[in-house]
């Protein structure tokens, strides 16, 4: 295990390695720059503004200076939010979007988990056929859609919840059922398919066969292993989530991380587009490798080298 968990490190500082130097570059091949938008600037304002960030030195020149700020953990400074590091942004936003996300995916599991092994014990019948079109619509409706509905029926026409901010518990009512939608969804179909297989492997018959109750087979041997593609699953959705849900942020005017995204790149703020990027992938990695660990201790018989 711990041999594993070094090699699984290299590889993920590999990769953060090279997100961040395709980011940079890409950022710099995009046609403008971040003070075009600027009202009133001078070509001498601009050119001085430029020479502040270091953007009027060589590209190369600036990459090798923001790989090294990046070993130190440095992102950087946002060039629209003056006096305002990329690091002090990411600290105060990420908290809202996290918990926002974390909900969602509590949401997401306790509700698709035994919806999909719901379907799977009753194939074929009126149960199993309402929850497949549930979990269809609800992973072919978009969130943007679903947070339309949402807040037109619940906060215009009925005025039940609010529509903006997260300044109390029921404000996160329609962001969380907006958000948790598709994963739930989704997890529930998987849930499904993965249930029926095991429930169609020999060691199923043969506990039923040696008279083990229904309730035991299904949450000591059924479930365990069902659950694996599920747990692959919740990797890369942790971190998309709990780094903020771009569009469910902006309809509901949340201040997460996600508006934070969308708006650098309207602004053309390089460096906060690049940290939130390099901050993503780095979260992705590591919960990738936390379900690769996680593996071996809800399945003995997965071996990690």
Request: proline share 6%.
């Amino acid at each position: 295990m711990p041999k594993y968990i070094v090699k699984r490190a290299f590889m993920a500082a590999v990769t953060a390695f090279l997100v961040a130097t395709l980011t940079f570059f890409i950022m710099n091949m995009v046609p403008g720059g971040p003070f075009l938008a600027e009202k009133a600037v001078t070509p001498q304002a601009q050119a001085a503004m430029e020479a502040k960030f270091g953007l009027d030195k060589p590209l190369s020149e600036q990459y090798i200076t923001y790989m090294e700020d990046l070993m130190h953990g440095d992102l950087g400074p946002s060039l629209k939010k003056r006096g305002r590091t990329v690091n002090q942004i990411i600290a105060t936003k990420f908290p809202v979007s996290a918990k926002l996300g974390g909900i969602a995916i509590l949401v997401a599991v306790f509700v698709g988990v035994p919806l999909g092994s719901v379907a799977a014990f009753n194939r074929g019948k009126f149960l199993d056929n309402l929850i497949i079109v549930g979990s269809t619509a609800g992973i072919a409706i978009p969130n943007f859609l679903s947070s339309t509905l949402l807040m037109y029926f619940l906060s215009t026409k009925l005025n039940l919840l609010p529509s903006m901010g997260l300044n109390n518990p029921v404000n996160y009512i329609m962001p969380v059922i907006a958000l948790s939608l598709y994963p739930t969804a989704y997890i529930a179909r998987l849930m499904r398919s993965s249930m029926l297989d095991v429930m169609g492997q020999d060691y199923m018959r043969t506990a039923r066969a040696k008279g083990i109750s229904t309730f035991k087979s299904i949450f000591k041997h059924a479930l365990r292993n069902a659950i694996l593609p599920v747990v692959t699953y919740l990797g890369p959705l942790l971190a998309s989530l709990m780094t903020g849900s771009f569009i469910i942020e902006k309809i509901f005017t949340i201040p997460g991380l996600g508006s934070e995204f969308v708006g650098a790149i309207t602004s053309r703020d390089y460096p906060m587009i690049m940290g939130t990027t390099i901050f993503l992938a780095v979260f992705i990695i590591i919960m990738n490798m936390i379900v690769d660990i996680a593996y071996a201790y809800i399945d003995p018989r997965i071996k990690l080298k």
